[in-house]
């Protein structure tokens, strides 16, 4: 499933946008890619690809998970409105249980850098492995920490899938989503073998699984 594409060429004069689109592969556009969610019980796993701007740089870019969420916050705004391209896709829970979680993370991948508007002509990919591109790609493990456009994309995927687990816990208030978005905190395990998993949990995960009912 694609969640959101954005592109600061959105708002740009439409000859400007065209030339763009005419030059893209000759200037050697590069697309970091990262994912967030693969730990959590629940939940889709959420992946984003961002195409940054040279000319628009972008200060304070770094794996998310090295940066507080007021900071994430204001440079996933930030990042949407300067990059080039960027697109945040997802697969479902239910994608989850019926490929694996690690196939759902390279299918959410996929979808993102499919979503993009503008094609890049390298993908760089944190972590060891890739998804299935026609694009030349290359897995760079650490890579949020090493590459500003994986960062970028580190901080949309983080972002979105924290709002995603604050929409399921609106939803589903007894797991209490908001505070441990998915994880396995003895919180969220409480309450899975108090209420039983929900239509979120990812039930091919061994506690839920253990806490689903006959």
């Not at 972008?58 to 960027?86: Q, Y």
Request: charged letters at 25%; hydrophobic letters at 45%; proline letters at 6%.
């Amino acid at each position: 499933m694609r969640s959101r594409r954005s592109s600061r060429a959105d708002a740009l004069p439409p000859r400007r946008w065209q030339a763009l689109l005419a030059r893209q592969d000759c200037l050697g556009l590069v697309a970091g890619v990262d994912e967030a969610g693969r730990g959590p019980l629940a939940g889709p796993v959420v992946a984003a690809a961002v195409i940054l701007d040279e000319l628009q740089p972008i200060a304070g870019l770094a794996d998310s998970k090295r940066i507080g969420p007021v900071t994430r916050e204001r440079l996933f705004d930030e990042i949407r409105a300067r990059a080039l391209d960027c697109c945040i896709a997802q697969a479902s829970a239910e994608e989850i249980d019926r490929l694996d979680i690690l196939q759902a993370t390279l299918l959410a991948m996929r979808r993102a850098v499919e979503g993009l508007r503008l094609r890049p002509r390298r993908v760089l990919v944190d972590g060891n492995r890739l998804p299935a591109l026609d694009i030349q790609a290359q897995a760079i493990v650490k890579g949020d920490a090493k590459v500003l456009a994986i960062g970028a994309a580190s901080i949309l995927a983080k972002v979105h899938r924290d709002r995603l687990c604050l929409a399921l816990d609106q939803r589903f208030p007894q797991y209490g989503f908001a505070a441990h978005k998915g994880y396995p905190t003895a919180e969220h395990l409480r309450a899975l073998h108090t209420f039983g998993p929900c239509d979120e949990h990812r039930r091919s995960f061994a506690p839920v699984r253990s806490a689903a009912r006959p």
